[in-house]
């Protein structure tokens, strides 16, 4: 069978650890060139150093900083020469917190890294896809984002946010065949999920707190939020716009 993505330039986000890197990998291996952006590039670097760098490069990027996300693009057109793709997967956690706790400053770097990012690098990759006629945008957010865990006030809204942006970008770019379309992975079994947890929880059963609360009983692996991505970057996915799909072993009904 043919490669799904041959010929297409993707930068994806986070791609150092979790999801992120699962995305990353996938990709290369459907015949992608793929940038692999994370704030810790020894990370990125490690995750793309199985591949060839004639197919990979490594970028520390801050997904919550203008500048570095505009060199960010840059970087990929002129190793490239062209770009289809962007998976935002990079994103932070935070520990159940009440909300008559939380630090302004917690509140503030949610946002940015979670839902300004996407902003970010929707805004300077448009131009090129205007260009080309064509683009796929994919947002990793959250079922937080639609259903809520108490103490996770920031986080939810960072990802409720995030959510209605994927739609509203839908929308505008929509007459550029640009697509942007969003997934909602459920509790995932990556270095995040312990994260969640408040101090007193931490050394709890992670499969007690999280699996019962999905019906389809077992936390999901990154392999398969890389194959939902997969899919939605692909031609099979071309009249798909705007959609948010659950990745999330029934959590969200
Ligand atoms: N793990 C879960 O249970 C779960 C559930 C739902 C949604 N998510 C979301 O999925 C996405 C991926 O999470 P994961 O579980 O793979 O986490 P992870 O911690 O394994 O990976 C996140 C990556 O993002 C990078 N990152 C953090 N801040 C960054 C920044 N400012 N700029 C660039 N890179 C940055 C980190 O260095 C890390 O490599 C996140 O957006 C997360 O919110 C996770």
Redesign the pocket.
Known sequence: MALQLAGKTAVV??????????VAQLFVSEGANVVF????VQ??ENAASVFSSDTTIAV??????AK?VQSLISETVEKFGTLHIIV??????QSFTQIEELEEVEWD?LM???TK?IFLTTKYAVPYFKKQHSGSIIN??????VRARPGLNA?CA??GG?IMLTKALAIELAPYKIRVNA???????????S??LADESKNEDINDI?VKSMPLGA??Q?EE?AQAALYLSTEAARSVTGEILNV?GGRGI
């Open positions: 986000t986070g791609a150092g650890s979790g999801m992120g890197k699962a952006a994370d704030i810790n990370a990125a520390k990027a801050d997904v919550a900083n570095s935002n997967c990079a994103g932070i956690p770097r940015d890294v979670n990012s990793v957010c959250s079922i937080a984002g986080y960072s990802k995030a997934i909602n992975p459920g509790p995932t079994e990556t270095p995040m999920i994260q969640f999280f936390l999901i990154s939020i999330d």
